[in-house]
Structures are given as structure tokens and as C-alpha cells.
């Protein structure tokens, strides 16, 4: 077993470094040592939650080809310049609810830039809300009802009569008042602008730029709109089937009514919604799968379709082995089960591939599916170490440098944001289903 271990290990380590889809076919190749090395039965493929996922994408992917995550972003550029003093509270909120509504953090790209320029122009050091709205742009996957992460969580405790809403009403107020904590954390980080010496290193050699960002226009804002508006209504739509299960179309099976699946659900109203936009917009379809919502969603369904296959094969073939050793501790200390998602999401880069990964291992394990969803929020750890894209885009768009990687790599901007706004979380998670 511990053999398989470094070879699992081994193929994400790798995979993550080589980065887009190394991932998810370096999880292929490592299937390939457990099968054909190891003799391990290869579980099914995670093919419910893979195709969720490219239904919102492409349902995302559309609303970006029609304009409407740059019309949102020009909504975000007026409000964060209307209150310029406040941004460092305003900028993760705004993370926040692009995530929330797009379902994936990489809509974050759009607005780093403005948040950089307001911050410096307003002489409030950049570090302090870029590095809290790169970390809200990640919490909120966790609390968004269209991510791959909480998709894959609702497929995998639907059988066990645990609901949409029953995730969402844990998980929104947590990682909200998490990513708030750190904002409030943020708003005394390092010197003042004026008086940090790499800033005014850079400003007495005239490194800093004088030109302003320009935001991308909005050629048709009606289409635009439209286009968030059918991508909104899909989103609250699935909030409600999903919390009000009599709402679900039922048909008979045998001798029994059954309601449809909430994975056909997601997948028709999303796929639904997609056409919606590009028929009534008139948008071009390839030029939905050209942006990069479309690339980065793909990239992490192969990443699911790959690590999470390996993940789930490893363990199914190792289950007495992994029950024996750990059963015990984690039944008296559930939350310790935190700790290994922290870790595993880490490795992974994905929030979505490390409960696709490590949730049938908590499954067996016997923890409560409610601590299992206060445990959620703890797969954001892919801050801890400084080379995700969203991490690399915040350092490269504030000029001043003051948002950094430390000397000692892990000593970074984004650090301690992270691991409050983590913290915060889950601890709130465990507190709210003592009375939920």
C-alpha cells in the first residue's frame, strides 16, 4: 500500500508541476502503475461530476463571449473607484461574488488589475487587498452552488439525504465571515505605501508606471446583460431544485416515483442556459470556447477525469488497509479529517479534484455528511504555496511590489489572509452544525 502511496503521491507532484491538463493525465498514467502494476480493480470514472462541470463552464464560457463578465467587471471598476479608501474591505467582496456567481475563481484576472491601480492611486498599500481578494475569489468556490467543488460534494452526499441547501446555508456565511476576518487582518499589513522602501525603491528608478488600466469595453451592454441575467436565473434555478426536492420532475422506475437526479438537472438548465445566450445574444459559439473561462474549466475537468480516477482506485483497493490504521483517531477526532484536505488540496491545486479524491475515504470512515460539510472550506489550500495562477497574476499586477513572495517562499502576502480566512471557516462550520 505504502508503494501505491508514492506512486499517487508521486504523479501528483509531478502533475502539478507540469500545470494545464499535467494534472489530470499524470493521474491517468498513475492509474495506469495501480492497475497494470499493482493489480487494483480500477473504480468507475467521476463521469456525473465531469459533466456538471462542463455544462457550467460552457454555460460561463457563453456569458463571457457575450460580454457580461466584462460588463461585470466595469460594475466592480465603479464601485471600487467610487470608495477608493474602503477597498481593502470592498475588494474581497468583490472576488467574492464574481466566484460566487461564475463559479469558478479565474473571473478574479479582471478585476486584479483595477484593485492594483485604485490601491496605489489612493497610496493604501496594494498587498492588503489584493492578497484578501485572491483569497475570496478561492473561498468563494466553496460557497458557490454552480462550483465543480460543491457539485462534486452534493453528487457524493446526495445518497445520504443531504440537500443544496443544506451545504450552502453552512458554507456561505462561513467562508463569508472568513474572508471578511482576513480583510479585517489585511487593513494593518506591513508599512504604509509611502514609507515602504521596495516602493520607493522603484518609484526613484522610475519602475512604476504612470499609464492607467484600461478595463475592456462593453460593446453591446444589452447583449451583456442578458447574458447575466440568463446565467443568474440558470444559477437560482438549481438553488431551488436542489433545496426543494418536490420541485424535481419525477418518474416512475419500477413501483417507485423517483425524482430526477440533481446532476441531470445542473447539466440541463446549464446547457440550457447556454444556448439561451448565444441564440438570443447572437453570440459565436467558438468564440465561447476560446476565452478563458472555457480553457481553465477544461483544464480541471481533466484534472478531475485523472487524479480523482487514480484517487478513488487507490482507496477502494486500499479500504481495510486505510480503515484499519486511521478509523480510530478520526472517529474520535473528526476534524482531523480537515487537516488531510488542507494538505491533499495543496498537492492538488483543485478544490474540486481533492473531494472527488478524499471524500469516499471520509465516507467509509463513517464521518457525519454535516461534518463533512463543515469540514468543506478546508480543500482552499492551494494559497499555502505560491505558484497558482491567481497568486502569480496578483504579484505581477501590483507595480509597487509590495505584493511578494517572501524570502523564505512560504512567508508570502498570501499566507496569512489564507489560512484565517480558512481557519475562520471551518471552525465556524463545526460551530454552525452543532445547531443547524
Known sequence: MLL????????????????GIGLGVLGGLGLGILTFGFDLQPTSPPIDVML??????????????????DLMVKWAEKLLRKHPQRITLLSPIVTYLFTFIAGT?????????VIAEVATETKIRPERPMAIAVIASQQAITASPISAATVALLSMLAGYGISLMDILMISIPCTLIGVLAGAFYSLRVGKELEQDPEYLRRLANHEISEQHYQTKAVTNQGKALLSVAIFISATIAIVLFGSIESLRPSFQVGREE?????????????????????????????KAAQGSVFSAGMQAVV?????????????????????????????????????????????????????????????????????????????????????????????????????HIGKYVLNHSFMMPGLIATGISVALGLLFIQFL
Open 258 to 286: 423517483v425524482p430526477m437526479r440533481m446532476s441531470h438537472i445542473i447539466e440541463v438548465l446549464m446547457l440550457g442556459a447556454s444556448a439561451l445566450i448565444l441564440l438570443l445574444t447572437k453570440t459565436d459559439g467558438i
Open 52 to 69: 456538471m462541470i462542463v455544462a457550467v463552464i460552457a454555460a460561463a464560457s457563453c456569458m463571457q463571449a457575450a460580454g457580461g463578465l
Open 303 to 403: 484534472a478531475i477525469f485523472g487524479i480523482a480516477w487514480m484517487g478513488d482506485t487507490f482507496i477502494a483497493g486500499n479500504m481495510a488497509e486505510l480503515k484499519s490504521s486511521i478509523e480510530q483517531i478520526v472517529t474520535q477526532m473528526p476534524w482531523l479529517f480537515g487537516i488531510a484536505l488542507f494538505v491533499m488540496s495543496i498537492l492538488l491545486f483543485s478544490q474540486a479534484a481533492t473531494i472527488r479524491a478524499l471524500l469516499p475515504l471520509g465516507i467509509a470512515l463513517g464521518i457525519s455528511p454535516y461534518m463533512l460539510i463543515a469540514l468543506f472550506p478546508a480543500v482552499n489550500g492551494y494559497f499555502f504555496i505560491p505558484n497558482y495562477p491567481t497568486v502569480v497574476a496578483a504579484i505581477n499586477f501590483d507595480r509597487t511590489g509590495t505584493t
Open 4 to 19: 501505491q502511496l508514492a506512486f499517487v503521491l508521486l504523479a501528483i507532484i509531478i502533475g502539478a508541476r507540469i500545470g
Open 105 to 113: 475563481g479565474h473571473v478574479a484576472y479582471s478585476v486584479l488589475p
